[in-house]
């Protein structure tokens, strides 16, 4: 079975955990400070915080921001339950603003038509590992003062006109075991911001300037140094992890965009994608359906997968959630019954890729 991820970690990051367990310091310490120092050079700002994980990356970067109750915040439809998880855990109210159809992520213009008097904030997806349409979000939430929280959980590196993911506001990560950067569990928080970056700080030690001075309510949302360490190899490596992702998608791209009743993925122009994802769609041609083909790729050894199968709040428990603002979404909609994932990951070899497009065109050909 060729996986959807998988996870290496070679004797570099077992040396340097060995070192942390050996230090006898093994929650949050150097190597933590080590982690945020690279992820911020990374990113190109000045501040990197790390964090227990992504989920509570988009939670402390929305209490920083003293987003809470009355508070409305608009992010997309099409996304990991975490964003919106992430919103409702603040007392926030979550309204959601359709997607494009090309690059999947939420559209500046359906933005604009949902703003209201209780707007705090806009929290874009980079989905797939590609930026969402800052170029026309940055404007529209300067012009109506609003905070600007990137989910970038799944665009580590990901930049548009060399600018990246992370810097456009207050950046988002996750670390966890299927992200293009992995630490089991983790999340890290970037901004330019040193006056955020303090309150994230004093927020991520249950509100602790210094021993026993209490500064805010706070919470544990660190992260430990044994973790930490089992990311400064990949982030050394990213470049290169980044480069065989681009590789792998064009190679896949190359082998399907000739197949009736598909369509493959793309980047926009001037868009960095660090292929999370590389999801192609089916078109009304498609001679299967989306669940049938995942299920007869699985069947041939490609592990497929469905990110996302429903739009994030067409569950019960969101519909009737009263700080769920759910409206039909068709774009979104749309996707999420034709969409499916192919693997595109950096452990991938030539002739994995070829066995992904051979299933694919057997498939399609039915
Ligand atoms: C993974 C992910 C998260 C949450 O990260 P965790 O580390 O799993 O808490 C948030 N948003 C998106 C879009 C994600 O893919």
New binding site residues.
Partial sequence: MIPISTVRLDERAEKLALDVIRSGMIAQGPMVQELENRFAHLVGVTHAIAVN??????VAAMQALEIGPGDEVITSPF??A??LN?ILETGATARFADINDDDYCVNPHEIETRLTEATKAVMP???YGQCADMPNIMPLVERHGLALIE?A??AHGADIEGRKAGSFGIG?F???G??NITTG???IITTNDDRLADRLRVLRNQGMRERYQYDMPGHNYRLTDVQAALAIPQLDDYEHTVAARRRNAARLSAGLSEVEGLRVPSARPGRGHVW?QYTPRLTAFAPVDRDELVAKLSEKGVGAGI?YPRLVFDYDCYREHRQVLAEPMPVASALAQQCFSLPVHQHLSESDIDTIIDAVREVMKS
């Fill in positions: 994980n992504g989920t509570t990356a988009l996304t990991f975490a964003s992430a997806v980079h989905l989910d959980a799944q988002c996750s670390l966890y299927t992200k569990e983790g999340g999370h990110y």
